[in-house]
């Protein structure tokens, strides 16, 4: 176990800078003057701010458990710090910086034989709790301070002793036992639960299947029969499309071969007939139109000619009378009518003949629709029969598969029926084992929880507490009364509950219910050492360090030269014992004098 050598503070609130160095171990006197405040005697004179820095350099907190924030820093000061170093060259340094640096607010330092590393007092706290123990356990067994409260020290309510006295019983490994457990128990309630919803579901669906088995085995008669009545519906529907189609196909062969033979016989021949006068009468309507056109230049040569003074024949130029002219421009005027009146004939017998013509493409044009409509009809009845066809396949096809699956599908259902139940079967089989398991999960927890295995190791570790409680007793109240643990305590109705338990009782072996405070006082030192006397004994503390902070002030005089005299006993252990009472210091050999002045704290060896 190692032992605090010195401690060495900066600007950790009125500490502006102190060392302070013990050579051995020992009871240290830690007293107080109040330049500042001289009414006030030793009160805020820094005697707690010198043990808080002891504490936070350790577990970052003050001797309560409190976090120490940046109020600790002293005014002006950016950065405060505190090192402790002990005999075995383990050195802590905890730094807390007004504003971040490097991104940490409070810096870690720690150097054993095992490590030397500094960082984020979070990440590096680890390595002080594997060297000096987790913090509620140091303040619980080291920090003994007056509170207002029934209980003087830093066990101050019974979860902190329960705390403490289970790490005496190393029930932090039946803690996390227990927490495996009861998490293991969960998942197998969980198991159970999933188990139970499997079955029901299992039996659930096979009550389906039998449902459905019967209803397959009552329906499918009716099932076959509807298909097969469908089925031959479609055949007789299939058959009469069939030869409907079929005398179709020979009514449009038959009046196809009538159709064609007047297209190419009568009519064709019509057609070309008409064509052919057709270019005959056009081309007698050319000539025509020379004709009238070469009757027309004579006309107007004549004309011009009558018009002259002489008139000569434009062939042998020899003159011509006046006469001859107009016999001549009758004539010509004559023949240019006849040859309109042809030209005219010939254009009626044209259009004659076109209209015929066009009557005869008329006539084959209907024949062509009537064939189309016809041929269109026809394709009509067979795409019915198609349809038809189509349909008495997939009837056929349903009817074929709805028989050869009635077996099947009855089978399946059977089949499904047997694997339901064996799953049904193996479930309840697991379920079984599940519900084995989970009965012995509860008894591993029962016994490892505080009426268990832990119950047992306190009733053992016991008898040797209550042996130191009544030594101490003896020296500390010296007529009989002594300090008695128990694990159960009597509650006003008069049951008893399970509960660790620290009580009075007086000379005759009473309990004392209402304790004056000189008793409570001696209780709680008694326990206090008792406590740390069971630690030592089994080897559950790491570090030499107690610390009293203003603890005898409801003791007597009697009282506290008795308890001082208990400390003195304690010779290996390093004691601060801070008190207003001066006299005090004279039962001490080694002393430390917090001296406020100007604002300022100065540790003074003395």
């Known amino acids: 176990m190692r032992s605090l050598r010195s401690v060495t503070i900066q600007n950790f609130r009125l500490i502006q800078k102190a060392r302070v160095a013990f050579d051995s171990p020992g009871v240290y006197y830690i007293g107080g003057e109040n330049t500042d405040v001289p009414h ?25 458990g409190s976090v120490i924030t940046s109020t600790a820093i002293r005014n002006g000061e950016t950065e405060c710090k505190v090192t402790l170093a002990f005999d075995d060259g383990v050195i802590v340094s905890r ?21 030397k590393k500094a960082g984020r007092d979070s990440e590096m706290q680890r390595y002080v709790d594997e060297l000096f123990g987790v913090r509620d356990i140091f303040l619980a067994s080291h920090v003994f301070g007056y509170s207002d409260s029934a209980s003087p020290f830093a066990l101050r309510s019974d979860k902190e002793q329960k705390r403490l006295f289970d790490l005496l019983i190393d029930s932090d490994d039946f803690d996390r036992l227990c ?3 009861t998490k293991r128990i969960r998942d197998c309630e969980k198991k159970i639960a999933e188990a139970d919803f499997s079955i029901a579901s299992l039996e659930s669906r096979r009550s389906t299947l039998n449902e459905l088995l019967e209803k397959e085995k009552g329906f499918s008669s009716k099932r076959l029969f509807a298909l097969k009545t469908k089925m031959l519906d479609a055949l007789a529907v299939y058959k009469s499309a069939r030869e409907k189609s079929k005398h179709a196909d020979a009514a449009l062969k038959s009046y196809r071969s009538k159709v064609f033979e007047r297209l190419n016989g ?32 004579r006309f107007e040569e004549l004309e011009a000619l009558s018009k002259s ?7 042998c130029e020899n003159q011509i009378s006046d006469e001859h002219v107009s016999t001549l421009l009758d004539g010509v005027k004559t023949a240019l009518e006849n040859a309109k009146t042809r030209a005219q004939e010939i254009s009626e017998h044209i259009d004659t003949l076109q209209a015929a013509k066009t009557r005869c493409l008329a006539k084959s044009s209907v024949l062509e629709q009537r064939l189309e409509r016809f041929a269109a009809s026809n394709n009509a009845l067979s795409h019915d029969t198609e349809v038809a066809r189509a349909t008495y396949r997939a009837a056929k096809k349903s009817f074929e598969n709805e028989h050869a699956g009635k077996e099947g599908r009855i089978g399946e259902l059977s089949c499904e029926i047997s694997k339901a139940s064996l799953e049904h079967a193996a479930q309840t089989k697991a379920r079984k084992h599940l519900v084995a398991y989970n009965d012995l999960l509860m008894y591993i927890r029962n016994a490892l929880s505080p009426k268990g295995i832990r119950a047992y190791k306190t009733e053992m570790i016991l008898p040797h507490l209550n042996a130191i409680a009544d030594e101490f007793s003896g020296r ?16 006003k109705s008069g049951d008893l509950a399970e509960r660790f338990d620290v009580s009075i009782f007086d000379p005759k072996g009473e309990l004392v219910c209402s304790p004056s ?49 208990e400390l003195h006993r304690m010779s290996d252990e390093l004691i601060f014992v801070a008190e207003h009472d001066v006299d005090l210091s004279v039962a001490f050999e080694h002393q430390i004098t917090a001296r406020r002045k100007a604002g300022r704290t100065s540790l003074i060896m003395v």
């Not at 805020?44 to 504490?55: D, E, H, P």
């Not at 064709?268 to 050319?286: C, G, H, P, T, V």
């Not at 089994?538 to 610390?547: A, D, F, M, N, T």
């Not at 009282?559 to 001082?564: A, F, S």
């Open 40 to 64: 006030a005697d030793s009160n805020m004179s820094g005697k707690t701010t010198y043990l808080n820095a002891i504490t936070w350099a350790l577990y970052g907190c003050d001797l309560n």
């Open 95 to 115: 730094t807390r910086y007004k504003t971040p640096k490097n991104g940490l607010t409070v810096r870690l330092y720690v150097r054993s034989s095992n490590i």
């Open 179 to 181: 927490a495996s457990t």
């Open 266 to 297: 009568k009519l064709s021949k019509k057609q070309s007939e008409l064509s052919d006068a057709l270019i005959s009468e056009f081309e007698k309507r050319q000539d025509v139109g020379i004709e009238i056109k070469s009757l027309r230049s």
């Open 309 to 315: 003074a002489v008139a000569r024949c434009p062939l």
């Open 476 to 491: 500390l109240f010296g007529d009989g009364t002594h300090v008695m643990y128990s694990t159960q305590k009597q509650l």
């Open 517 to 565: 405070a000189g008793q409570s006082m001696r209780r709680d030192i008694i326990h206090a050492l008792s406590m740390v006397r069971l630690c030592n004994d089994i080897g559950k503390r790491s570090v030499h360090l107690l610390i009293f902070d203003e603890t005898f002030r409801t003791l007597d005089r009697c009282g506290i030269e008795t308890c001082i005299e």
